[in-house]
């Protein structure tokens, strides 16, 4: 692990490889440690940077306004980087498409995985799968609360828990316990949004933009990724990765990967 200042703050980061650069920003659910079946075999061609987003995993959080966005293009500055190629997972990808419109000069390609986008509302389908799923679970609980969002994100409406690698969910409610302790941290600090946000802006992403999602994630991000392919001049919509749902990264990294290297500059 290393650890950078970044606009006030010291980001934690694996780095690995030479080449062009990638940064590979973690879903919110999670930490950087959900790009561990990526680092290795992206490492063969690029500088591979994965990021703990600030307050995240082993990242500080100062409290002082920031934005998320102003944090990755201050990572390129630190490590004096001039641009790189983002790839980002859920609330990490809309981290990245949020840095590809403020600082659209230091992004040269972004790959998106079963992405939000900031602005986003959910469907009433997607609220109702939440309550049928999970339904009331006490926020100061972070093992229910991580237990009820693994059921809803990591399993996916469609799979039953015995369905899934227990490893992966055992994982997965640990980063999510970590994260609902930093998310319950951020809500005490100023956190910037992209104003306006990204979901009316997507027409203005003008590198190279690949969009996935795993087919047993939740129906709105696949929707999501359809919209983010429609609109985005120079996007590529793969086909949803077959028995994945939220951190397909992390449950189906061979075709990620082969992804990833077929696209990335």
């Given at each position: 692990m290393n650890k950078i200042e970044v606009n006030g703050a010291r980001l934690a980061y694996d780095e690995v490889g030479s080449g062009s650069p990638v940064v590979l920003l973690h879903a919110g659910i999670a930490d950087?440690?959900?790009?561990?079946?990526?680092?290795?075999?992206?490492?063969?061609?690029?500088?591979?940077?994965?990021?703990?987003?600030?307050?995240?995993?082993?990242?500080e959080l100062p409290p002082t306004p920031f934005a998320h966005h102003d944090d990755v293009a201050g990572l390129l500055d630190a490590l004096a980087?001039?641009?790189?190629?983002?790839?980002?997972?859920?609330?990490?990808?809309?981290v990245a498409v949020d840095t590809a419109l403020a600082h659209p000069d230091r992004v040269s390609a972004l790959a998106l995985l079963?992405?939000?986008?900031?602005?986003?509302?959910?469907?009433?389908?997607?609220?109702g799968l939440w309550e049928t799923l999970v339904g009331e679970v006490d926020?100061?609980?972070?093992?229910?609360?991580?237990?009820?969002?693994v059921r809803f994100w990591v399993v996916g409406p469609e799979r039953r828990p015995e369905d899934v690698d227990p490893g992966l969910v055992a994982f997965a409610r640990e980063m999510d316990q970590r994260a609902l302790a930093a998310e319950l941290a951020l809500s005490a600090v100023d956190v910037a949004e992209l104003d306006?946000?990204?979901?009316?802006?997507?027409?203005?992403?003008r590198m190279p933009v690949l969009v996935t999602a795993g087919?047993?994630?939740?129906?709105?991000?696949?929707?999501?990724?359809?919209?983010?392919?429609?609109?985005?001049?120079?996007?590529?919509?793969?086909?949803?990765?077959?028995?994945?749902?939220?951190?397909?990264?992390?449950?189906?990294?061979?075709?990620?990967?082969?992804?990833?290297?077929?696209?990335?500059?």
């Open positions: 950087r440690r959900m790009w561990r079946e990526q680092l290795g075999p992206l490492a063969e061609r690029h500088r591979v940077i994965a990021l703990d987003l600030r307050g995240y995993g082993d990242s980087l001039p641009r790189a190629a983002l790839v980002g997972c859920s609330f990490g990808g809309a079963g992405s939000a986008v900031t602005g986003h509302e959910w469907s009433d389908e997607a609220n926020p100061e609980d972070f093992a229910a609360s991580a237990a009820g969002e306006p946000p990204a979901i009316g802006r997507l027409g203005e992403l087919a047993a994630d939740v129906p709105d991000i696949s929707r999501l990724a359809d919209r983010i392919a429609a609109e985005a001049p120079g996007a590529t919509r793969l086909p949803d990765v077959p028995d994945a749902a939220h951190l397909l990264p992390l449950e189906r990294p061979a075709p990620v990967n082969a992804a990833l290297l077929d696209f990335l500059p």
